[in-house]
């Protein structure tokens, strides 16, 4: 889960910099070209001289994070969030870098803090469950997947989460809902299209298995559409190329 540029225009526009500006700002142009390893020197060395400042070790943690240092970014995001608590994106990025490191049970107890902190923040449900799926509390997570829709805006990644439990929970209906709200949001996500190809895929067995063979038809024809679509939008994943063979081969 890669973390969001879009944090570099706040940092940006923030008017607190004083004494370290020019070098702040010298940092940040390093990071916006790709130079993250100068980005982290600069901003290690305001950090060691006692200029440093939330801007200073958030950024330092995006550096960090860019060079796949994660011990060293969960550090300085950390640090960030001690001058600034009650930044909300920043809680969610440094959920974001726990869970994208599978720190388990740390990663939960995080998740729960920043859900009671910031009960509305639709991301930080997602990442809280996330973790709980990992952990295998699928049907927790999915408390936690409700309580997202309700509060925030729904996004494809929730809907593909809530997807994959309940087709690992068997609920193949509930699971081709979410997963048919997902591809009307994100149409041209390859990974969509396969997974409810699949879900439609276990429906088909599924009613064929109980000898509905008009509904198992149905759905039959629908998983070889949307791993037909899955194909167009993705001409090289042998995972999607595989899926799809093995439906075509399927016979009403």
């Known amino acids: 889960m890669n973390l969001l540029f879009s944090i570099l225009f706040f940092l940006v526009l923030n008017l607190t910099i004083v004494a370290q500006s020019n070098s702040y700002f010298q940092a940040v142009e390093e990071y916006k070209i790709g130079n993250y390893q100068r980005s982290s020197e600069i901003l290690n060395k305001l950090n060691e001289e006692g200029k440093g400042s939330f801007e200073t070790f958030a950024l330092l943690g995006y550096s960090l994070d860019k060079m796949n240092e994660m011990e060293a970014s969960i550090s300085a995001i950390s640090e960030a969030r001690k001058r600034n608590p009650v930044n909300e994106k920043l809680a969610e990025d440094l959920l974001a870098l726990y869970t994208k490191n599978k720190k388990g049970k740390l990663s939960i107890e995080l998740a729960e ?21 990992q952990k295998g509390a699928g049907k927790l997570a999915l408390t936690q997947i409700e309580k997202a829709k309700a509060f925030a805006s729904v996004d494809a990644r929730t809907l593909e989460l809530e997807g994959k439990i309940y087709y690992q929970l068997r609920y193949f209906d509930k699971a081709e809902m979410s997963l048919k709200w997902a591809t009307s949001i994100e149409p041209n996500t390859a990974s969509l299209w396969n997974n409810l190809g699949l879900v439609q895929e276990s429906l088909y067995k599924q009613f064929a298995k109980l000898g509905k063979k008009t509904e198992a038809d149905s759905y039959l024809n629908e998983a070889k559409q949307s791993l037909e679509k899955a194909m167009e939008l993705d001409t090289n994943s042998e995972l999607i190329k595989e899926n799809s063979k093995r439906i075509r081969s399927l016979n009403p």
């Open 113 to 133: 803090k920043f859900v009671s902190m910031f009960p509305n923040n639709g991301a930080i449900r997602y990442l809280y469950a996330v973790n709980l799926q």
